[in-house]
């Protein structure tokens, strides 16, 4: 793994702004954002949809949407700058940093063959060799069966699982060294969402990749990351290693996210928790810590300071006023506020 002062990955006071069709103007959707994923690390970003999780991993490689633009901040790939736009991208893209996106329908164009577009990124990477051998050996290393023939087949001959396996074989054709997962399971039955990211774990540790994982899900992130982002409105409100922030969480938000997950033991008939409102949309975001109108511990300087993010442990830092009351009761083993009904 690299040395934490030269991180694969560095992104510094990431700033994203969208348009706002009412007025013309523009609102900020990703907000001062900053993380590092080191060689053939996992690092996840969790929150709500909404919350600017897919947009931050768009950034990374100039692939935001028209008139969404990157206002400030720095991200480095493997020491050098990245460009917010230019041909200087295209050495970065599928080689260096690759992606696998939320629909594997979407990504794939529904008029070509997988066995073409596999074949399309395998030459990519290698112009010069054997593209169907390339493309069948990544079709059977993502564990599809029969290679040869879903090589014919074209996206709606396919499932779910198996569209997403294709997906990741493109992802992977180029020989990342950071593969962006985001939300790699989405649409998919449980046994398929373990399969899934188990193959995505195996293939990163083979081959020494870094992943960054964008999810709402807790589990998957229990499961493969060593280190979480807790996002929400734009802004990281929790971060650390996954151990430490799932056990003891510090930020009332991550809390309400914990206590939202439906645990086995549960009495049967016992109604879900929840976190009451929803996130604030670009421009309607309020002032204070963003989220104080849902939060159940809201103090009145989190209606107007501006909150920073602070490290209240090693490596674990939380944007929160009243977290040190938050760590007080984690001590005594007191019930987190917000299962508290």
């Not at 899934?196 to 229990?222: F, N, P, S, Y």
């Amino acid at each position: 793994m690299n040395h934490p002062t030269s991180p694969l990955l560095s992104v510094e006071d990431l700033c994203v702004s969208v348009p706002l069709a009412a007025d013309g103007g523009r609102a900020t959707a990703v907000d001062g954002v900053s993380f590092r994923v080191a060689a053939g690390e996992t690092v996840a970003l969790v929150g709500e949809s909404g919350c600017g999780k897919s947009l931050t991993a768009l950034a990374l490689a100039g692939l935001l949407p028209p008139g969404v633009r990157r206002e400030r901040g720095t991200i480095r790939f493997d020491g050098a700058l990245v460009p917010a736009r230019g041909r200087a991208l295209r050495a970065i893209r599928g080689c260096g940093l690759a992606y696998i996106f939320q629909e594997p329908l979407a990504a794939l164009n529904p008029v070509l063959t997988i066995g073409a577009q596999v074949d399309e990124a395998v030459r990519r990477r290698q112009p010069d060799a054997d593209v169907a051998a390339q493309t069948l050996r990544l079709l059977a290393r993502v564990s599809l069966p029969n290679p040869g023939e879903l090589r014919r087949a074209y996206p709606h001959q396919l499932s779910g699982g198996q569209c997403q396996r294709a997906v990741i074989a493109m992802a992977l054709a180029c020989r990342p060294r950071l593969l962006v997962a985001d939300e790699p399971t989405t649409a998919l039955d449980v046994t398929l969402q373990a399969q899934i990211m188990d193959l995505l774990t195996a293939l990163a540790r083979e081959d020494g990749m870094a992943m960054l994982l964008i999810t709402h899900d807790l589990g998957l992130v229990a499961r493969a990351a060593a280190r979480v982002l807790v996002m929400y409105a734009g802004t990281v409100m929790e971060k650390g290693p996954v151990a430490e922030v799932l056990r003891a969480p510090l930020h009332p938000y991550t809390r309400g996210l914990l206590a939202a997950v439906p645990r086995l033991n549960d009495p049967l008939g016992q109604p879900l928790h929840g976190i009451e409102g929803a996130v604030p949309g670009p421009g309607r975001r309020p002032p204070g810590c963003v989220f104080h109108p849902r939060c159940p511990q809201v103090q009145p300087a989190c209606r107007t300071d501006s909150i920073s993010l602070t490290e209240r442990h090693p490596a674990h830092w939380a944007r929160c006023v009243p977290v040190r009351e938050s760590e007080k009761e984690i001590e005594t083993g007191g019930e987190c506020p917000a299962r508290t009904r």
